[in-house]
């Protein structure tokens, strides 16, 4: 075993997956698991699925507790990443799942998150394509310090980039609507996640342009068009179902490709890439295909009397979303294996 | 009891909820109920929900049957209804919940069904809201043929119609992504309706402006905005509910009114309507709201940003998005109160 | 109207079941409603679904607040019902649809909630039939006071008491598992019941002789056995479903009746019951058929090898569980028809 | 690669799991995939999950296209599994995930199933307890045909054989009541088992003494209560979730132990098994927590009151219950480790 990892908020959903995946990994071992009101228990009692960790508990979220890994992962909600991770050591590896590190633009984090910019952090989705036809996944290798997407960016981002890169739909004009699983909302303890609200129940939130999501991925289109302003609407739905996002996404054609080279544009994209696969010609991703696994499945169509292109990608919002990206930019971080101890395979139906 | 109702294609779950609600309707009554292939078989084994009518059996779906009532409910794939239709006595008020009467243009017809035209009845959406500020409603009483629309169609019609209306928002890019439940999907045996695929699984289908719903969405939205051309890209998705679409479709803003002036032109078009409700400022559409329901609930909101109205109508796609419809419009062709005998409130949760 | 109908605590999951029934009774009309926590908000807040009165506001639960009416149905937790109670003038209609009043026995409440007794009220459970062949419905007209049953006593005691009272079934080893949807746990927000942790879940709770209902179930038995001590396994478990019981219960075959002396007995029980059907021979209850409805759906069978009789029953929990066995207790209490108000034709699919 | 994997039935649920486990298996690959009515399909048509084997087509299932690998796995329907493993080589190693080599009595066959009796097999199912102590996985290394347990049989027999090994339950009254995920009925094309019907729908099948896993569940008990024989009361119920099996289990106690021995029984039958957890007292199982694992969570409890010991047991019906037993016992045969790539952590929420 190589190096051992450090979970803070571990009693999470995030952090939850991320031990799943981590007693899956050959060269990254389970180290402290940490939490905040949860700290003290056993952690079997928030994750029964952790069998394999039955014995351990979790300890306080602090800097001390964390100390003395090669990794540390932070599962925590946004502002308590920034205040720990200023208290981590410079040579550790460190990973934030929370938003505090991800915005280059401290204008658009202070319009969206009302608090000072902590600063930005290289940016953990290396299947980016950018307009120069690099991927993000270059800046990586050798990072001690790492920005994981959200998990509704990675799916609207592996969906468009690639006809944006390619100049074959505009960023002008852009409109996202997801169906999400409950769990992207985390286990807070809110009446509208209850199961008797959920269950039957398709809902839209945050709707309107206030999403937080929505600088994270126009600074992502935005690497993919070159520059170009991006425009977006977007809406997430919350529907019945505990892991998943479908994220349909459709821009103005440019006309600068017909229906094959609209394609050709995502070939060329994710032809190499061991987790965003673009489907068969007329076959549509379902999220039940990448549950737990840590895979986009992608597809597109162009609709021509609308004068649309529609992409549609879908991940787990746990896996590909936040905890397997995670750990895949560690793997590129630590120069393992990008794909090490990943599982590639969805658990359906 | 003033009238006896016959359904055709009363096996399926059109012709189930039509069932639920005739027995509870105090001016109509059940009367013959056929079926194709379950013709013979009890009713009960099928509906096992309609306890009050476990003594009634399927006939075969044969003019003669249907005859010698007052109302007749075709429930029936599109095709077989134009041809029972056809046989039917001219003062008889037939609803046909199928496609085959909706649409007006003969080459749009032809262009998404591949079949000949069967004529168009006069429409049974009561609430849409035309350029010139009547209602469809008007075109129904005395009525004897009536399309009911397709349950896609109300919603989004429901959704946007008023902004066309009023010239708030353009009819040349809109977009429109649904959350379907599976029941609109009938009962077919199809490999992707089984439980085991739908649970847990979001997935979209008929992608790229090849869903048969789109030239009657643009029927009716053209009638909203006065005649100007529609331009529409459509993508519904199931997830894992068994009733209820929510609609999220967005408009560019034209810039002739500011967010309260767009508001007000949705406060105006369904103040005094009882089944269509503008929910309070900041209260989004749920589906398991209106479950069992004749009822749509809408929100709008205006993202400066985007330069997009974002507006979201939930139904039940069983209840107002067709049997509930049928019975409202039955209502108001045979002189009845328009609510009679219609439930408002949703089993929630 | 003849009625005004008061409701305290109706911020919850019974509270607002019953103002979807009371909203369609043509007697009973709504009055004031009233919450704890939530007093001051506005009702549609909580209850989307309940669009009829959009306009009320919650008031908070004191004995001022409910009195003037005729009827006070009280849909609180158990403690504080008895304590509301005890301020309501006799002259008023009080239904307790918490546990408070319902059993006999002061040891065995003492036993299992560990307060003092309030002292029991008539039981509403008009259908449970008793070992000399008349039926709990007699004890109700001109009652003051009804104690409303519990949800999961209710299907048990529907799916076995008639092979009791006939002496078909021993009374002293019955065996009684349940899955439950989560509204039965009302809208608590506690971790196990968000929607990330039901959906795709199946758990047991309250195993091994500790669930409150037990004391209730027994009581009910013992009546229709003739006051033969009753002896309970009993398991709830959680499915991921909204609403509904699915009651399996199993006793031990007196050799008194083959297989068809033993239908017989549900047969003459409910035969003439509006709201409990025996379902034909071979067809098994589903929940989604009593959806919303005041309706159970009994089935039963002859395990020979096993020596044992096998009771279904299915019923909504927030329905016939609950809100509609208040009313159709209220609808008894006052005089009026039985079934005034109450839906039988459950929402399916 | 030590060895190749043949799967025949690779169309259906468990021929899916059994190629997303060998997918992740160092030792094992995946050889020819066949098919019956889908033979020239591409495997990821049916099984989209599996995209490292998206180059794939469907074989029919032959004994040609199954020869020349040395392991082939069933996953037929019963009958058709005898035929074709009739047609291997005896130094084949075969699993056969159907019915047809389960059961040692042909009577029991033969009353069940209603055809002749095609032999028994070395039986899959290694942590079975047999009452002298020695453990069912005994006779699997080195044996060249294998029968792979039915998925309820297996969380039944693990919930309670521990009990009747230890004397401390009495075999002669045994009832389980079983909740079901919907995969365990296949992918065939049936109403019931469309989404819409079993979204919100609880309900029973195979009530009252005809499933056929009963004689199974009594071969397996009776192993572990040495020759008594066993009587079983045995009811499943199809609940809304695509896998998963919750069992729960209750037999009369014989009193010779009291609760902390009855525990006991279960600690020391399960201690050392790498995938039969007994949870900590007082945790229950959910089967959330198992899904996609090759792992059974166990708990038990005493009744006093009742005179009886409940244990539940909960697995993923198509992992432990089907295609992770298979290759368990596959390594076990092939003087693999027994834990070899199999997943013990489910993927919850």
Chains 1, 2, 3, 4 share one sequence.
Request: proline share 7%; charged share 15%.
């Amino acid at each position: 075993m190589g190096a051992t990892v450090a979970i803070a908020g571990a009693s999470g959903y995030a952090g939850g997956e991320l031990l799943r995946l981590l007693l899956a990994h050959p060269e990254l071992g389970v180290g402290t698991v940490t939490a905040h009101s949860k700290a003290g228990d056993r952690l079997i009692t928030h994750h029964p699925q952790l069998i394999g960790l039955a014995d351990r508990t979790l300890e306080p979220t602090t800097a001390e507790a964390l100390a003395g890994h090669d990794v540390v992962i932070l599962a925590l909600p946004h502002g308590a990443s920034a205040q720990i991770a200023a208290q981590l050591p410079d040579d550790v590896l460190v990973l934030d799942c929370g938003a505090d590190h991800r915005l280059t633009d401290a204008a658009a984090w202070q319009k969206f998150y009302g608090t000072e910019h902590a600063g930005s952090w290289p940016y953990g989705l290396p299947e980016l394509v950018h307009a120069d036809g690099h991927k993000q996944r270059d800046a990586l290798p050798g990072a001690k310090r790492i920005a994981v997407p959200g998990c509704n960016v990675t799916a609207v981002t592996l969906a468009l980039a690639p006809g944006l890169a390619a100049g074959v739909v505009a960023p002008d004009d852009i409109v996202a609507v997801l169906a999400c699983g409950t769990s992207g909302a985390g286990k807070s303890l809110k009446p509208h996640l209850l199961a008797s609200e959920i269950m039957g129940a398709a809902s839209p939130y945050a709707v309107g342009g206030v999403h937080r999501h929505i600088p994270e991925i126009q600074q992502n289109l935005q690497l993919a068009s070159g520059g170009a302003p991006v425009t977006l609407s977007f809406t997430p739905t919350l529907v019945p179902m505990s892991r998943g996002i479908l994220a349909t996404v459709t821009a103005k054609l440019t006309g600068a490709a017909d229906g094959a080279g609209v394609r050709a544009a995502w070939e060329a994209a994710y032809a190499d890439e061991p987790f965003v696969h673009l489907l068969p010609q007329g076959q549509w991703p379902t999220t039940a295909a990448v549950l737990g696994a840590n895979t986009a499945h992608v597809q597109v169509t162009v609709d021509e009397a609308a004068g649309r292109l529609v992409a549609v990608a879908a991940i787990d919002n746990l896996t590909k979303g936040t905890a397997g990206a995670a750990i895949q930019s560690a793997n590129l971080a630590l120069a393992l294996p990008e794909t090490l101890g990943l599982p590639t395979t969805g658990v359906a139906p």
